[in-house]
C-alpha cells in the first residue's frame, strides 16, 4: 500500500517552479506519475472590483508567455459583456495580429524549445542537448529564424502599440486604424514569415522527420493518449485562432459538441486533488474516472495537436497541404501521438503565416472606424485559442462597469491532466528499460515539453538551471531521490 | 520614449520588469514609471513582465539596456547596480518562462546570429566539407532555393527597423539594477514600506547610469 506523503511546493513568484513526482511499485517500476504547477485563482479575486476596461493590460501580465493571448481573450469577453459589435476594421486588425502572435510563438517552441527533441538524437550528449547544439547542426536557421521573429515582433509592436504588453484592444475594437504606410511597412515583415514558413516545412520533411529516432517517437506506443479533443474552428471547420465555435471531438473521432464557444465552460467541471493546487478540467457530461484515457473518460486535450483533431480541414492553401500529409503518416483520426504536437505546431504555423499574409493585403485593414458602440455592461465571456490551446475569460460586470466574478481557465490548466498521464507513461516505459536518471529525465521532460505548457515550469533545452525536478517515491511513500539538472 | 505609441528607434532602454499586481514584484515597474518623460536622450522606457528569450529577442538593437526589477538577493530597499551578467552569476536573476535568464537569451541569440550572412558561404562551407553533418548540407541546400533569397530580400531598412543592421543582430550591454524586496510578494498593487522608499533611489541611480 502507497503512503501519500506529498509536500506541494511553495508558490512564489509568477515564474514558479514544477515538480513530477514519480511512485515506484514494489518491483522498481513507476506505478504513478503527477504533475504539480502553480495556480492562479488569487490573481482571479485580486481582479474582483476593479474596473473590467483594465482587464486586457491587467491579464496580460499573468505570465511573461502569452501576453497577446490574454490582451485578446480579454478584449472579446469584454465587447461581449458590452454586447458591442466590432467594426471590419478592428477585427482585421486584431486577427492580423493575432495570427503573427501565433506564428511567432509556435517558431519560438519549434526550434529553440521543442527543437531538440525533433532535431537532436536523443543520444546527444545532454551538454549539446539544447538548442545551442541544434545552432550547431543547423546555422544558417537558427539565424533566419531570429531574423524572421524580430520582424515579427514588430507587427505585434506596430499594431500592438508597445514593444511588450500591448495596449490597443478595448471593448467594442481597438485604439487605433492602422494607415497605409504602416500596413506597407507591416506587410513586409509579413512576407518573410510566410517564406520561412514554407522553408521551414521543406527543411522538416527532408531534414527532420526521415530520422529514424523521431519515427520511433511518433510511432512509440507509449506516447499514445487517447483523449477527447476541443478547439476552434470556422463555419468550414477549419482551425480559427482568434474566433470561431468550440468544437469537441472525441477520442474516436465522434463530435461531441459544435456550437457556441461561451458555452464551453457550462460543458467542463473541474476536480480536485490534494496533491496539486491545479483542478483537473472534464467534461461534464462523461464524469470524473480518474485519470484514465478511453472514449468513456471526461478528460480532453487543448492545443495544436486537439485543434488538429477537431479541424476538417485548414483555412488556407499550403497549410492545407501540409495538414494532408500530416494524416497521411498517422493514416488515423484523430490522431493521438503525443509527439504530433511538434508536427500540429507546424502545420498552425503555416496557416497562421498564410492567414497574416492575407489580412495585411485586407481592404479593411486600413478602415477608419475601429470601435463599435458600447451598451450597458454586463456578463461577458471571451474565447480564444492561445498558442497553447483554448483560453477562457469570464467576467461579470456591475451596472458601473466594475468587476464582481472573473473566471479564467487557461490552456494548461486544460492540458493538465493528460500531460500527467503523458508523463507516467514515458517515465513507465524508461522504467522498464532500468532508465531512472538521464534518460528518465529526458523521457519526462520531452513529454512535457510537448504540450509547450505555459507556466515558467516548462523544460528547456537552454544551458543554465533547470526548472523542473522530477522526485522519485518509493512503493511506501519513502522519497527516494531527487533526478534534476 | 516608447511610451508613444509605434515602433521605437531608441539606442538606449530602460525596461521595468516585474509585474505591477503582484506587489512588490513590480518595483522594476514602479521605478519605471516615475522616470520623467525626458530621462534621457534617444532612450526608451519600458514596462516588461517576461523575461529570458522573450525579452531578449525585444532587446536587440539597443546598444545598452539598463534592467529594473526588484529580488529577494538583497534585505527590502537595498540597491544594487552591476553588470547583468556579474548580478546573473551571485543568483540574483530572474528565470523567465522555460528557465532561461536574460543574459543566456541573449548569448543564445548572439551565438545564433554569428554565423555567416552570405548566402555563397553557407553553400561552399557545405559543399566543400563533406565530413560535415548531412544535415547541415542538406539545411544549405534547401536554403539555397528560396532561404538566401529571402535574407537578402530583408534589405537593410527592414532589418534596421526590426533590430537588425546589415543582417547582423546587436546584441546590447545589458546592466541590472536590483531594488531587493521580501520574498513570495502576494497578488496586489503597491510596495511595501521599505521598498517604496527605494524608489526615488532607484531613480537616482537610473539618471546616473543614463549619464555615464
Given at each position: ?12 513568484r ?33 481582479c474582483?472590483?476593479r474596473?473590467g476596461?483594465?482587464m ?11 501576453p ?12 461581449d ?22 506564428f ?8 529553440f ?33 531570429v ?6 515582433q ?38 518573410a ?43 468550414e ?27 464551453g ?25 480518474g485519470?484514465?484515457?478511453g ?12 485543434r ?23 493514416g ?19 496557416q497562421?503565416?498564410e ?8 481592404e ?34 456591475d ?8 473566471n ?24 522498464r ?53 | 520614449?516608447?511610451?508613444s ?19 512588490d ?11 520623467p ?28 539596456v ?8 538583497l ?9 547583468l ?6 543568483g ?14 541573449l ?39 528560396s532561404?538566401?533569397?529571402c ?5 537593410e531598412a527592414?532589418?534596421r ?5 546589415n543582417?547582423?543582430v ?6 541590472a ?20 522608499a ?15
Amino acid at each position: 500500500m502507497r503512503q501519500q506523503k506529498i509536500t506541494i511546493d511553495p508558490i512564489t513568484r509568477l515564474e514558479g517552479h514544477g515538480k513530477i513526482l514519480l511512485y515506484l511499485d514494489e518491483d522498481g517500476g513507476v506505478q504513478d506519475a503527477f504533475l504539480q504547477i502553480p495556480e492562479l485563482r488569487g490573481f482571479e479575486r485580486f481582479c474582483v472590483g476593479r474596473r473590467g476596461e483594465e482587464m486586457p493590460q491587467i491579464t496580460e501580465r499573468i505570465c511573461g508567455v502569452c501576453p497577446e493571448a490574454h490582451h485578446l481573450a480579454s478584449a472579446k469577453a469584454l465587447d461581449d459583456a458590452y454586447g458591442a459589435e466590432i467594426p471590419e476594421a478592428a477585427r482585421v486588425q486584431r486577427e492580423l495580429f493575432y495570427n503573427t502572435y501565433i506564428f511567432s510563438d509556435h517558431l519560438l517552441h519549434l526550434i529553440f524549445l521543442g527543437g531538440p527533441d525533433l532535431l537532436l538524437d536523443e543520444d546527444t550528449p545532454k551538454e549539446q542537448r539544447n538548442v545551442l547544439g541544434v545552432l550547431q547542426a543547423y546555422p544558417e536557421l537558427g539565424k533566419r529564424v531570429v531574423q524572421v521573429r524580430a520582424g515579427a515582433q514588430k507587427v505585434l509592436e506596430l499594431i500592438g502599440g508597445r514593444a511588450i504588453h500591448p495596449v490597443f484592444a478595448l471593448p467594442g475594437g481597438v485604439s487605433q486604424p492602422v494607415d497605409e504606410e504602416k500596413r506597407k511597412e507591416l506587410a513586409a515583415y509579413v512576407e518573410a514569415m510566410t517564406e520561412l514558413a514554407r522553408d521551414m516545412v521543406s527543411f522538416f520533411h527532408e531534414q527532420v522527420l526521415p530520422d529514424p529516432g523521431l519515427q520511433a517517437l511518433l510511432q512509440s506506443p507509449e506516447a499514445r493518449l487517447p483523449v477527447h479533443s476541443m478547439g476552434l474552428v470556422d463555419d468550414e471547420l477549419a482551425p480559427n485562432f482568434y474566433h470561431g465555435q468550440l468544437r469537441i471531438v472525441s477520442c474516436e473521432g465522434e463530435e461531441i459538441f459544435l456550437g457556441d464557444a461561451r458555452e464551453g465552460l457550462d460543458l467542463i467541471e473541474e476536480h480536485s486533488e490534494p496533491w496539486t493546487y491545479v483542478k483537473f478540467p472534464y467534461l461534464k457530461s462523461f464524469g470524473w474516472s480518474g485519470l484514465e484515457g478511453g472514449p468513456g473518460s471526461g478528460l480532453y486535450q487543448v492545443g495544436p495537436l486537439a485543434r488538429l483533431n477537431v479541424a476538417e480541414r485548414m483555412a488556407t492553401p499550403a497549410a492545407q497541404e501540409e495538414f494532408e500529409r500530416y494524416l497521411d503518416y498517422f493514416g488515423q483520426r484523430p490522431v493521438q501521438a503525443t509527439f504530433a504536437y511538434h508536427w500540429a505546431r507546424l502545420v498552425e504555423m503555416v496557416q497562421a503565416a498564410e492567414a497574416a499574409h492575407m489580412l495585411v493585403s485586407h481592404e479593411a485593414l486600413t478602415g477608419r472606424t475601429v470601435r463599435g458602440e458600447l451598451s450597458a455592461p454586463g456578463k461577458g465571456i471571451g474565447v480564444i485559442e492561445a498558442a497553447r490551446g483554448t483560453l477562457f475569460h469570464e467576467y461579470r460586470l456591475d451596472d458601473h462597469g466594475l468587476l464582481e466574478h472573473v473566471n479564467l481557465v487557461v490552456a494548461t490548466t486544460h492540458n493538465a491532466g493528460p500531460i500527467g498521464m503523458s508523463v507516467k507513461a514515458m517515465a513507465q516505459a524508461a522504467a522498464r528499460q532500468g532508465d531512472m536518471d538521464e534518460r528518465l529525465l529526458n523521457r519526462v521532460e520531452m513529454a512535457f515539453r510537448a504540450y509547450d505548457p505555459c507556466l515558467a515550469c516548462a523544460t528547456h533545452f537552454l544551458p543554465g538551471e533547470l526548472p523542473l525536478t522530477v522526485e522519485v517515491y518509493a512503493s511506501d511513500g519513502t522519497f527516494l531521490r531527487r533526478v534534476g539538472r | 520614449m516608447e511610451r508613444s505609441f509605434g515602433a521605437s528607434v531608441a539606442d538606449t532602454a530602460v525596461v521595468g520588469q516585474g509585474n505591477p499586481y503582484c506587489t512588490d514584484d513590480g518595483v522594476g515597474v514602479a521605478v519605471a514609471r516615475r522616470l520623467p518623460s525626458d530621462v534621457g536622450e534617444n532612450c526608451a522606457v519600458w514596462e516588461a513582465a517576461q523575461s529570458g528569450v522573450y525579452l531578449a529577442e525585444k532587446l536587440l538593437g539597443f546598444s545598452r539596456v539598463l534592467i529594473i526589477d526588484g529580488t529577494p538577493s538583497l534585505p527590502p530597499g537595498e540597491i544594487c547596480v552591476r553588470p547583468l551578467r556579474e548580478w546573473e552569476a551571485v543568483g540574483g536573476d530572474r528565470r523567465g518562462a522555460h528557465g532561461m535568464s536574460l543574459s543566456q537569451a541573449l548569448e543564445m541569440l548572439e551565438r545564433l546570429t554569428s554565423q555567416s550572412s552570405s548566402d555563397t558561404t553557407a553553400q561552399s562551407n557545405c559543399d566543400a566539407t563533406p565530413s560535415a553533418h548531412p544535415k547541415e548540407r542538406s539545411v544549405g541546400a534547401c536554403l539555397r532555393r528560396s532561404g538566401g533569397a529571402c535574407l537578402r530580400r530583408s534589405g537593410e531598412a527592414r532589418s534596421r527597423r526590426a533590430g537588425l543592421e546589415n543582417d547582423q543582430v546587436r546584441i546590447p550591454e545589458v546592466w541590472a539594477l536590483a531594488v531587493g524586496i521580501p520574498p513570495d510578494p502576494p497578488f496586489g498593487e503597491g510596495l511595501s514600506p521599505r521598498v517604496a522608499a527605494a524608489v526615488e533611489a532607484a531613480v537616482e541611480e537610473v539618471r546616473g547610469w543614463l549619464n555615464s
